[in-house]
């Protein structure tokens, strides 16, 4: 048995899937939820092969859900957006299913990830274009908690190996990503890459000091300091217009 | 500017040193007419040419960057006249220079000043006349392409508004709510069927600007929370509370139908749980005040997020009441209220 979770706000849209769904005795839905917080919990829990995502939903997106899960099962997005097919972030999806969708298109959905799923590999993504739309707040995880942070609130990100930390007022958040997908998705106007491993919010910075020979100290709201580069020194004063 | 009128055309090259050639043909013949020696009148003859097609061209760049309007419309006589007595002045001042051994010729040249200036004159004016007309014209022809474009702007921004309206996401996602009805139950899909016709019907009315009464307004209303209740049936509750005495005033089309459309974004779509949106009408004084109260998530937009989508609102309420106090927005306890005031004509 295939363990499936199917993710709408929309019950008869839940509704519509299982009853595709029970032409394949080979599935077995084990949750039904109805936004994101609930399909998070589902997800840790029954560690479903396949999900069955909404995008647009209250709180947090299904891009964002994805972006929580360590390693996100096969994904079949549903929406009644066309503009996510050529605006999605860079999240992963075997396909994309565009309501409402008849039997026959679902069946070729199936078809897609039986195919993958036989051949035992990791699904084969399709690519999304980079989404244009500047992101204005990062979804994250504390524990089994989802945490939704406005990117205006962020004093800076460090990189943390595989993750970055997020400074807030509030306390540090890891999220697994890299610098250079957190970079292309701030606005380049407020946040500026200012060394290898650190991005600031513009608007927090207070100071900037010298500190060795060709290299500078930031200084933050908070109080707290961050290393300039060389290279991060002429990009700060190119947005900061110095 | 006929200049730059004539110049763009093909045929328009050859009018200037056309115009030259049979005015320096009509004067040479003329002046040899007048009993001038062939020399003089050819030397002359091409001067009063030169002269008079500088006198075309300073025209020209006085107009292109001058047209004189009612006010000082008497430049348009007096400046042609005063250039072309310039113009007179100065070829006989040359002309005297260059023959001034030949006493028959000055002589000649002395009686002709007059005749010229008037000559000239005229012709200045009427070519200063023509420009202003071809420049007037081509002022009209660039006024009426501009009013052209604005149509096609404003066509366009209606399209989009239409498209706004149509809400694509809601439409689809309400055939999708179909679809999953019509087997499982197919009473109720009818019944979506029938209530999403007949509000795609309403969206496709109120284009017009008439006013429409605030009972179809309702009506149309509580269609879309019944589409939306089919779609999220377990979580919508909605509280319509309307004074009798309100339901037959007329307001205008697109102002409340949006206030609705915004407390469903913010309250169904962006928060969790059972959403309760009220919406209440009563009269006030001189005015009807509408008020429509939504939840939010204050984390999650923030009280101006909420308020960005009615600004649109505010821009009509200008236009047709030429106010702008009559739109109210507070947020509290995460609360989102709305409030419209339309003032009671008659």
């Keep these: 048995m295939i363990k499936t979770i199917i993710v709408d706000d929309e019950p008869l849209a839940t509704g519509l899937v299982s009853e595709f769904l029970r032409s394949y005795p080979q599935f077995e839905v084990v949750a039904i939820c109805h936004d994101g917080f609930e399909a998070l919990k589902a997800i840790q829990l029954f560690q479903p092969e396949l999900l069955f995502l909404d995008i647009q939903m209250p709180k947090i997106t299904g ?12 994904v079949l997005f549903t929406t009644a957006f066309d503009q996510y097919a050529v605006q999605a972030f860079d999240a992963k999806g075997l396909d994309y299913l565009v309501k409402p969708f008849s039997e026959a298109r679902f069946a070729q959905a199936i078809a897609r990830f039986l195919s993958q799923h036989k051949a035992k590999e990791l699904p084969e993504s399709v690519d999304y274009p980079v989404s244009e739309e500047r992101s204005k707040r990062i979804v994250v995880r504390v524990k089994n908690e989802i945490k939704i942070i406005q990117t205006q609130e962020v004093s800076f990100f460090e990189a943390e190996d595989d993750y970055i930390s997020i400074h807030t007022q509030e306390g540090k958040f890891l999220k697994k990503m890299t610098m250079k997908q957190l970079e292309e998705s701030l606005d380049p106007d407020k946040f500026a890459r200012v060394h290898r491993s650190f991005l600031v919010n513009l608007q927090q910075v207070s100071g900037l000091e010298p500190y060795e020979k060709e290299s500078y100290l930031l200084r933050l709201r908070s109080g707290q300091k961050i290393p300039v580069s ?9 947005v900061l217009g110095l | 500017m006929y200049l730059t009128a004539f110049s763009s055309s093909s045929f328009g090259k ?18 040899l007419h007048q009993g001038m020696g062939e020399e003089p009148a050819l030397v002359d003859a091409f001067f009063f040419t030169l002269f008079f097609l500088g006198g075309v061209l300073l025209l020209d760049r006085v107009f292109r960057h001058y047209t004189p309007n ?34 028959d010729y000055l002589e000649l040249l002395e009686s002709s000043f007059l005749y010229r200036w008037i000559f000239l004159g005229v012709v200045i004016q009427l070519l200063a006349v023509l420009a202003v007309v071809i420049s ?23 399209l989009a508004q239409l498209r706004q309206q149509l809400q694509p996401h809601f439409l689809f996602n309400s055939l999708n709510s179909i679809h999953a009805l019509v087997l499982a139950s197919p009473q109720r899909a009818r019944e979506m069927v029938l209530l999403l016709s007949d509000f795609l019907r309403g969206t496709l009315r109120s284009e017009g600007q008439s ?14 929370f019944d589409i939306e209740r089919v779609r999220f049936g377990h979580r919508l509750l ?35 749980g059972e959403v309760k949106i009220r919406v209440s009408c009563q009269k006030e004084e001189n005015y009807l005040l509408i008020t429509v109260q939504n939840p939010f998530d204050p984390q999650d937009s923030g009280p101006e997020g909420i308020g960005f989508g009615l600004s649109s609102i505010e821009r009509r309420l200008f236009l047709i009441f030429g106010r702008t106090d009559l739109l109210f927005k507070s947020a509290e306890n995460n609360l989102f209220q709305v409030q419209l005031k339309l003032p009671l004509t008659a």
């Design chain 2, 70 to 103: 009612r006010k000082n419309g008497f430049l348009l006589v007096i400046f042609p006249l005063l250039l072309s007595g310039g113009l007179v002045w100065g070829h006989a001042q040359l002309l005297d220079w260059w023959f001034a051994e030949e006493s």
């Design chain 2, 14 to 31: 050859w009018i200037l040193p056309g115009i030259g050639c049979i005015w320096f043909l009509g004067a040479y013949f003329l002046l």
């Design chain 2, 211 to 224: 006013w429409i009464s605030l009972s179809d307004e309702l009506k149309y209303l509580s269609m879309y």
């Design chain 1, 63 to 74: 891009f964002e859900l994805l972006e929580l899960l360590d390693s996100p099962p096969a």
């Design chain 2, 136 to 158: 007037k014209l081509a002022g009209q022809e660039e006024l009426s392409r501009r009013e052209g474009q604005l149509l096609q702007l404003s066509k366009d921004a209606e």
């Design chain 1, 230 to 238: 060389k290279s991060g020194y002429a990009r700060l004063r190119q």
């Design chain 2, 238 to 272: 909605v509280e319509m509370e309307v004074a009798l005495e309100v339901e037959s005033l007329k307001i205008p089309p697109l102002l409340v139908q949006p206030l609705v459309e915004n407390a469903i974004k913010y309250g169904l779509y962006g928060t969790l």
